[in-house]
């Protein structure tokens, strides 16, 4: 199906697959999402950032450079839980099929949702793999349902909230049953 920039729509899910034996080097082969990444697959081993790299990183398992992934949905999810590839597939890129997982792209700061479908295993699998990811806007606002300028709409708390002062709402009424002026 070959990948390509989704423009960073947070509608825009993207289906890529890599078929067995298929040359890795060739644009239709890699799904770049951005310029700084494009995954892809040799005919054996992990994924790798081609942009980055020339293939996966068995030694420090850094791959995919310039990434970050963990199991679940990226909402219920905090920067703590991210980790290289491969610890968080823990080893075992197989157990990823159909499990939620998301993808960070740490220079672009973007977020995706990531669902595997199918994974190629060994020599035989060819280096194939396919996966559908799904941008998710990280939106910076207030997310503190208590402060006077929370914004339903934010993922992500920014230290952006605003709280009244003691004894007054968000409006600057008097909340207290005693003088609020002195």
């Known amino acids: 199906d070959g990948g390509g ?45 081609i942009v980055e ?11 995919p450079l310039g990434t970050e992934w963990s199991y679940g949905n ?3 999810l905090s920067p703590s839980d991210y980790e290289n ?7 075992s890129p197989p157990s990823m099929v159909g499990q939620p997982m998301s993808l960070h792209l740490i220079e ?14 060994g020599i035989a699998g060819g280096g194939s793999f396919s ?25 992500e708390d920014d230290g952006s909230c605003e709280y009244p002062e003691e004894n007054f709402d968000c409006e600057g009424n008097c909340i207290v049953n005693v003088d609020c002026i002195g």
């Open 53 to 63: 790299e020339e293939s996966y990183d068995d030694i420090s398992h850094t791959s």
């Open 85 to 91: 590839w491969k610890n968080a597939v823990n080893g």
């Open 108 to 121: 672009d700061d973007m977020y995706f949702d990531i669902e595997f479908h199918s994974w190629g295993q």
């Open 131 to 155: 996966y559908t990811r799904t941008n998710i806007s990280m939106m910076g606002g207030c997310t503190d349902e208590t402060a006077c300028n929370y914004d339903a709409e934010a993922t």
């Open 5 to 49: 920039d989704d423009g960073g729509d947070n509608t825009t899910s993207v289906t890529f697959t890599k078929e067995s034996f298929t040359d890795w080097t060739l644009p239709e082969n890699q799904d770049c999402i951005t310029d700084n990444v494009c995954i892809t697959r040799r005919d054996i081993e992990g994924i790798f950032n």
């Open 74 to 76: 990226t909402e219920d």
